[in-house]
């Protein structure tokens, strides 16, 4: 966490402090909570939600309940973590194993629960009424926008506006809800607020948009998860959409993806077929594309914001996601 | 639903503005997350803690918030059951297939999430800070306890004492908390709302104990789910716990539920012995005089509460509850 931030001045030590307010919310008697949640939180994550609320903060008054909010966000985002390796079956989080293989679903799906009602808890007492809410409202929409995204699995004519739509629900929103309370709570005026809020909204379009392609494209030693873990679970993303339209335009292939998908499902050793017809059609530049329109975006907005070290960090930390490589 | 409260004056017809608030609350653009909670509020469900919160109004001034917070309790309890079959792998809920047997286990643990982020919502809309971090609370003590029972599996020598520490957390405190909801929100006096909070404690551990003993010797048909469903899952409650301790003092029998105990594991088989044993054992008994105890103290308090129509209401509750077939 502190290497990846070590140029953002401020943010490492920032981060500290809302890693130790997560240790402490999330500490129970139980010596199982403790010690599966004590692994969640030892340091491999970036903590960017958190970071982002952290910078946005810096265009009002940061205050000390920006670090116990930032804490909630990130409690927020490992509770859906564990819930999804859960339903995954996902072996791995992070190169350790996943909270279910330690400690069986049963129990992660309880400390999924008990992230989330600490996370709440911290809401209801550090946040305004209607960041609270906000955040309840994001919570379902995330759920939504994942029970929407299971029904689709293995759906190959998936469009790219439901792709978006999903992935803003799933992802983006979160981002932006980071830098709406950051800003919100430093009473940062409204017009400020919504322009960060768009950002975090761009950011977070980008970094799903290149989550993606590293399932499809990624060193697996520095994603720590295996390639294909989406496509196995018959996740249709990006790289996958990209691909099909162009062969669909294209058609001069013996393989073919959609032969293979003509099939009913595909089995694992397909997935590898698919992967390498994907890394071999200009999918995965497309998708990649698709990232650096939102992140242009993300920074003609970043660039209309007042002058400083909040509006640097936010540029840099933008392009920095762009190559991210993890 | 009806029938269960219709000699509760007013009641009925509070409950149904409930069940109106829920099915607004949950739901949802997305079919399935509509379907799925549609099915679980469809009148099957006795809504005890939504009652006890609305008689518990009745001791201040109901207000239209109380509907909302009742709504509010039921859509978390759901949203516990949800994840409590999903990981009992429970196939049946009150006589319907459980969420995750209609909709997978994927979505069923989305859906729980779903409800709990719900559930919060209505809170920081409609309740006090301090009632929102109530609510966190007891969903993170539910969870503990949750958890701390999953380890506590199959343990044989499993203590009184833990087990009604156990009772307490996952189930009274729920109770306890409705009451408290109901007292506090009407602006009922400091003590007025503690003395409530105390019935509901009671309420709710002679209903858990109760809930354990229909376990053993309830008829299948009215419970609407199979004898030793805990059992099987290796859960030790109260009338296995009299049965063991009995058992130990008097050592006559040759089949003895240590003898079946002392092995790793039991299977299913051994279950069917299990209830034998308990059944033809003081266990049963010893378990209902706990029951009565609880019972007992709930009605003194009771009975020290200001007389009226909502102290006739909370009496006739909680000789119901113990006498209770489901």
Known sequence: MTSYWQDFPGIPEALERVSGIIRETSASDNPIISQGLAGLFDGQGK??????????????????????????????????????????ESPTRRGQPAVHARYGNRNAVLMGDYLLSRCFLLASEYTSADNAVALARVISTICGMEIEQNSDRFRTNLSLRRYFRKIMGKSAMLFSLACHVGA?????????????????YNIGMAFQIIDDILDYAGNPAAVRKPLGNDLKEGLITLP???????????????????????????????SGTVI??????????AARAYAEKYTARAIREILALPAGNPRDMLERLTRRLLVREA
């Not at 919100?184 to 975090?200: D, F, I, M, P, W």
């Not at 073919?256 to 998908?261: A, D, E, H, K, V």
């Open 47 to 88: 903590l960017l939600r958190p970071g982002l609320l952290l910078i946005t903060a810096g265009f009002g008054k940061l205050q000390d309940k920006h670090y116990t909010l930032a804490a909630c966000l990130e409690m927020l985002h490992m509770a859906t973590l564990i819930h999804d390796d859960v339903i995954d």
């Open 276 to 285: 390498g017809l994907v890394r071999n059609s200009g999918g995965l530049k």
């Open 240 to 270: 996958l959409i990209c691909a099909l339209r162009q062969e669909d335009a294209s058609q001069n292939s013996a393989v073919t993806l959609r032969g293979i998908f003509s099939a009913d499902h595909f089995s694992a050793e397909d």
């Open 184 to 200: 919100s709570e430093a009473k940062a005026s409204r017009a400020l607020t919504a322009q960060l809020r768009r950002v975090g």
